[in-house]
Protein backbone atom coordinates (compact mmCIF):
# COMPACT_ATOMS: atom_id res chain seq x y z
CA UNK A 1 0.00 0.00 0.00
CA UNK A 2 1.05 3.71 -0.86
CA UNK A 3 -0.63 6.75 0.82
CA UNK A 4 -1.06 10.63 -0.30
CA UNK A 5 -2.52 12.69 2.28
CA UNK A 6 -3.31 15.57 -0.07
CA UNK A 7 -4.24 19.24 1.54
CA UNK A 8 -5.44 22.05 0.45
CA UNK A 9 -3.13 25.24 1.85
CA UNK A 10 -4.51 26.85 4.95
CA UNK A 11 -5.65 31.21 4.73
CA UNK A 12 -3.51 33.18 2.30
CA UNK A 13 -3.37 36.71 1.28
CA UNK A 14 -2.39 36.00 -2.58
CA UNK A 15 0.60 33.44 -2.36
CA UNK A 16 1.80 34.25 1.23
CA UNK A 17 -0.32 32.53 4.16
CA UNK A 18 -1.64 35.37 6.12
CA UNK A 19 -1.09 35.16 10.02
CA UNK A 20 -4.27 33.13 10.48
CA UNK A 21 -3.32 30.65 8.00
CA UNK A 22 0.45 30.22 9.55
CA UNK A 23 -1.24 29.65 12.82
CA UNK A 24 -3.61 26.98 11.43
CA UNK A 25 -0.69 25.58 9.95
CA UNK A 26 1.12 24.94 13.06
CA UNK A 27 -1.99 23.23 14.16
CA UNK A 28 -2.44 20.62 11.65
CA UNK A 29 1.08 19.84 12.50
CA UNK A 30 0.61 19.70 15.93
CA UNK A 31 -1.95 16.86 15.83
CA UNK A 32 -3.60 15.94 12.18
CA UNK A 33 0.20 14.65 11.16
CA UNK A 34 0.58 10.81 10.41
CA UNK A 35 4.56 10.62 10.20
CA UNK A 36 7.06 9.42 8.41
CA UNK A 37 7.08 10.66 5.36
CA UNK A 38 8.74 9.50 2.36
CA UNK A 39 7.73 12.89 0.63
CA UNK A 40 6.87 16.24 0.85
CA UNK A 41 5.38 17.98 -2.15
CA UNK A 42 4.12 21.36 -2.51
CA UNK A 43 2.34 22.46 -6.18
CA UNK A 44 4.99 25.14 -6.24
CA UNK A 45 3.17 27.83 -5.13
CA UNK A 46 4.24 29.90 -2.17
CA UNK A 47 1.71 29.57 -0.42
CA UNK A 48 1.49 25.46 -0.58
CA UNK A 49 5.47 25.39 0.05
CA UNK A 50 5.29 27.69 3.00
CA UNK A 51 2.33 25.25 4.92
CA UNK A 52 4.68 22.11 3.78
CA UNK A 53 7.76 23.83 5.58
CA UNK A 54 5.74 24.14 8.60
CA UNK A 55 4.23 20.79 8.59
CA UNK A 56 7.87 19.22 7.52
CA UNK A 57 9.41 21.01 10.87
CA UNK A 58 6.13 19.75 13.02
CA UNK A 59 6.85 16.54 11.45
CA UNK A 60 10.27 16.75 12.38
CA UNK A 61 11.59 15.92 9.31
CA UNK A 62 13.50 18.60 7.85
CA UNK A 63 16.18 16.68 6.76
CA UNK A 64 13.43 15.51 3.78
CA UNK A 65 13.35 17.72 0.80
CA UNK A 66 10.30 19.40 -0.38
CA UNK A 67 9.81 18.71 -3.55
CA UNK A 68 7.40 20.84 -6.40
CA UNK A 69 5.27 18.90 -8.41
CA UNK A 70 3.69 21.79 -10.51
CA UNK A 71 1.53 18.89 -12.62
CA UNK A 72 -0.63 18.99 -9.23
CA UNK A 73 -1.21 22.71 -10.33
CA UNK A 74 -3.32 23.98 -13.04
CA UNK A 75 -2.15 26.05 -16.19
CA UNK A 76 -6.13 27.09 -16.33
CA UNK A 77 -6.73 29.18 -13.09
CA UNK A 78 -8.45 31.48 -14.74
CA UNK A 79 -11.10 29.17 -16.14
CA UNK A 80 -11.21 27.26 -12.77
CA UNK A 81 -12.27 30.50 -10.92
CA UNK A 82 -14.53 31.19 -14.03
CA UNK A 83 -15.94 28.06 -13.63
CA UNK A 84 -16.89 28.04 -9.76
CA UNK A 85 -18.28 31.78 -10.00
CA UNK A 86 -20.67 30.35 -12.22
CA UNK A 87 -21.07 27.46 -10.37
CA UNK A 88 -22.35 29.22 -7.17
CA UNK A 89 -20.49 29.55 -3.51
CA UNK A 90 -19.58 26.48 -2.14
CA UNK A 91 -19.77 24.35 -5.07
CA UNK A 92 -18.73 21.17 -5.61
CA UNK A 93 -16.63 19.74 -8.68
CA UNK A 94 -19.79 18.34 -10.01
CA UNK A 95 -21.31 21.55 -10.31
CA UNK A 96 -18.64 22.92 -11.97
CA UNK A 97 -18.47 20.01 -14.06
CA UNK A 98 -22.25 21.23 -15.26
CA UNK A 99 -20.87 24.22 -15.99
CA UNK A 100 -17.23 23.66 -17.94
CA UNK A 101 -17.54 19.93 -18.71
CA UNK A 102 -14.75 20.10 -20.76
CA UNK A 103 -12.37 21.72 -17.65
CA UNK A 104 -13.32 19.25 -15.08
CA UNK A 105 -12.57 16.19 -17.72
CA UNK A 106 -9.58 17.47 -19.09
CA UNK A 107 -8.28 18.66 -15.79
CA UNK A 108 -9.12 15.79 -13.76
CA UNK A 109 -7.76 13.48 -16.24
CA UNK A 110 -4.48 15.22 -16.28
CA UNK A 111 -4.33 16.10 -12.46
CA UNK A 112 -5.29 12.32 -11.82
CA UNK A 113 -2.21 11.11 -13.46
CA UNK A 114 -0.32 13.92 -11.73
CA UNK A 115 -1.48 12.13 -8.75
CA UNK A 116 -0.80 8.84 -9.73
CA UNK A 117 3.15 9.60 -10.57
CA UNK A 118 3.11 10.50 -6.69
CA UNK A 119 1.91 7.39 -5.38
CA UNK A 120 3.95 5.67 -8.13
CA UNK A 121 6.97 7.23 -6.49
CA UNK A 122 6.69 5.95 -3.76
CA UNK A 123 7.84 3.01 -2.01
CA UNK A 124 5.66 0.10 -0.76
CA UNK A 125 4.14 1.11 3.24
CA UNK A 126 5.79 4.85 1.74
CA UNK A 127 3.66 8.24 2.41
CA UNK A 128 3.37 11.55 1.38
CA UNK A 129 2.28 14.92 2.12
CA UNK A 130 1.29 17.04 -0.42
CA UNK A 131 -0.04 20.52 -0.39
CA UNK A 132 -2.33 22.13 -3.57
CA UNK A 133 -5.52 24.17 -4.10
CA UNK A 134 -9.00 23.79 -4.36
CA UNK A 135 -10.62 22.46 -6.24
CA UNK A 136 -7.48 21.07 -7.83
CA UNK A 137 -7.36 19.10 -5.32
CA UNK A 138 -10.68 17.90 -5.68
CA UNK A 139 -9.92 17.34 -9.81
CA UNK A 140 -6.71 15.47 -9.21
CA UNK A 141 -8.82 12.77 -6.59
CA UNK A 142 -12.08 12.68 -8.99
CA UNK A 143 -9.14 11.83 -11.93
CA UNK A 144 -7.85 9.15 -10.38
CA UNK A 145 -10.19 7.38 -7.71
CA UNK A 146 -13.24 7.82 -10.38
CA UNK A 147 -15.21 9.77 -7.67
CA UNK A 148 -15.85 13.11 -5.90
CA UNK A 149 -15.12 14.14 -3.19
CA UNK A 150 -17.02 17.01 -0.93
CA UNK A 151 -14.74 21.09 -1.57
CA UNK A 152 -11.53 21.00 0.56
CA UNK A 153 -11.96 23.69 3.14
CA UNK A 154 -8.71 25.33 4.07
CA UNK A 155 -6.38 23.44 5.47
CA UNK A 156 -7.98 20.51 4.70
CA UNK A 157 -7.38 17.37 2.76
CA UNK A 158 -8.35 13.68 1.85
CA UNK A 159 -6.16 10.41 2.19
CA UNK A 160 -5.37 9.30 -1.14
CA UNK A 161 -4.46 5.03 -0.84
CA UNK A 162 -3.09 2.65 -3.15
CA UNK A 163 -3.22 -1.02 -3.09
CA UNK A 164 -2.71 -3.62 -5.95
CA UNK A 165 -3.15 -0.66 -8.49
CA UNK A 166 -6.94 0.08 -6.62
CA UNK A 167 -7.09 3.53 -5.71
CA UNK A 168 -9.40 5.07 -2.96
CA UNK A 169 -9.88 7.88 -1.10
CA UNK A 170 -10.91 8.87 2.30
CA UNK A 171 -11.23 12.08 4.51
CA UNK A 172 -8.31 13.10 6.60
Known sequence: MRYVELRRHTDNDGDALTPEGIAAAEEIGR?????????????????????????????????????????????????WRAAAQAAGKGADIEAMRVVDPDLVE?????????????????????????????PTNEAAVLGLVGEAVPPLSKGAGVLVTESAGRYTASPL
Open 106 to 134: MESRLLGAALRHVLDELPEGGRALVIGHS
Open 31 to 79: GQLNPPYAAFMSSGAWRATQMLEILRRAAGQDDVEIREVTALRSSVEDR
